[in-house]
């Protein structure tokens, strides 16, 4: 049975997708990504021992590991060309074949220099308690162009005095700005004009018409497997706004971000920790100190490795948030759980779960809408025992001690997802498979 495959993150981004996709594109035939930008980091691991190397994706679908694998980037994604180039010769420099099998839709809005000068200036010009922890790689700025209606797409690239004149009106208005209120210096028209040139001819030969050649692909019988970045949490329009990200990273945007129909997202798969962490700023319930070294939420740092890695900041930590969970279920019609990195509570002596929330003394189980009223959340909190031996690349069910197993059956039971997959190390053979999603009938 054909079954198309969406990935999403369920929590506030860093979940482990890259691995899982990557994993999963053993039965896929094309990798999409949909949303977001190179403000999206997924690592994979690669071998063992010795042989083992580590790639950091930002842009690139994390199936071009895999050498038969089609990668596609969608209409959805914002396009640092410049970042695009220095990726593909990094992988190509690691001896992985890019330009016979990444595509690129020629829809993709342009990060241009504006926008990252955009981006800093104005995280710098807000108060401390009241900044984004934006990555500061013009993400929001390109998709305010978007919407505004004055992007510029990769397909103006190759309309040489259209282009010039929609340049020089788009950086007429953020020069503005820049200089008047943001009082940073200007962008320069020649400098971004002949940068321009120099990306459409890099460009070019990877322009594809992505919407047709999915659905060609689809027709035919190939199996699409669609990766999100970013996590549900973060979402424009469903997360703990103003503390989001700027694009829509629910499994809904896989449709308008590739250009095909919600009939062919045929099973959504989340992916969560068996934790939660959060990088940058607004509320976080469930949070747990990381500096101090008796606190569960140190280990869940310092094991987990939890840094960004887009930005090396690191991540906040936190109990499972099943209430937030339940939300992230809700908005991206989850069909199966993915539950990484248990190994990380390895040892930990109790462990507890946020069923809900206390909010001037009435109790919420869903996460509110909106930062104000999640940062007036008190969590509830279950406790479950611990268990102390390892679970550090186990991939059978029956291995795992039974206080995990439990722990695990628990989650799914407060979330109301199956479990299908948990992921207990960064390898691609530490992985249990209970149902696999491209078998899901």
């Keep these: 049975m054909q079954n198309n495959v969406v ?132 993400i929001g700025p390109a998709y305010e162009d978007k919407v505004s209606r004055r992007a ?17 009106d788009l950086l007429t208005y953020h020069n503005f700005v820049l200089t008047n209120y943001l009082n940073n210096d200007p962008i320069n028209f020649d400098d971004q004009w002949n940068s321009l040139l120099l990306q459409a001819d890099f460009i070019k030969p990877y322009i594809c018409d992505v919407s047709k050649k999915l659905h060609e692909l689809n027709d035919s019988g190939k199996r ?52 939660t962490t959060r990088v940058g700023g607004g509320p976080f319930p469930s949070e747990l100190n990381i500096d101090d070294e008796k606190s569960p939420g140190y280990q869940m740092s310092h094991k987990g490795k939890e840094f ?55 109790k919420f189980d869903l996460l509110p809408l909106g930062a104000d009223q999640v940062d007036s959340c008190k969590p509830l909190l279950i406790e479950m025992p611990g268990w102390k031996e390892s679970t550090f690349g186990v991939n059978d069910w029956e291995r795992l001690p039974e206080n995990a197993r439990n722990y695990l059956l628990k989650l799914e039971e407060l979330c109301n997802v199956p479990l299908h997959i948990i992921s207990t190390g960064p390898e691609r053979d530490e992985t249990i498979m209970l149902q696999h999603p491209f078998e899901v009938s």
């Design 308 to 362: 960004g890695t887009v930005t090396q900041r690191k991540r906040r930590c936190g109990w499972f948030d099943a209430a937030a969970l339940k939300r992230s279920a809700m908005i991206n019609g989850l069909s199966g759980l993915c539950i990484t990195k248990l190994d990380v509570l390895d040892g930990i002596d109790k462990l507890y779960i946020c069923t809900g929330y206390q909010i001037d003394g009435k």
């Design 152 to 168: 510029l797409k990769v397909y103006d690239l190759f309309d040489i005095e259209t282009l010039k004149e929609k340049l020089e």
């Design 224 to 275: 699409l497997l669609f990766e999100g970045a970013q996590g549900a949490l973060l979402d424009i329009d469903h997360g703990t706004y103003p503390y989001v990200t700027s694009s829509n990273c629910v499994s809904g945007q896989a449709s308008s971000g590739s250009g095909v129909g919600p009939n062919m997202l045929n099973y959504i798969l989340g992916i969560t920790k068996a934790y």
């Design 7 to 138: 990935v999403i993150g369920t929590q506030w981004g860093d979940e482990g997708k890259g691995k899982i996709v990557d994993w999963l594109t053993d039965q896929a035939d094309a990798v999409v990504r949909f949303q977001g930008g190179h403000n999206a980091g997924h690592t994979l691991v690669i071998g063992q021992g010795n042989n083992q190397k580590e790639f950091k994706l930002n842009l690139v679908p994390s199936g071009i590991i895999r050498e038969n694998t089609q990668c596609f980037i969608g209409n959805g994604v914002v396009l640092d060309i410049n970042h695009l180039k220095n990726e593909i010769q990094m992988l190509e420099q690691d001896g992985i074949s890019v330009s016979d099998r990444l595509f690129i839709s020629p829809g993709c809005p342009l990060i241009l220099d504006c926008h990252i000068k955009l981006d800093q200036a104005r995280e710098q010009k807000r108060a401390k308690d009241k900044k984004i922890g934006t990555t500061g790689k013009g």
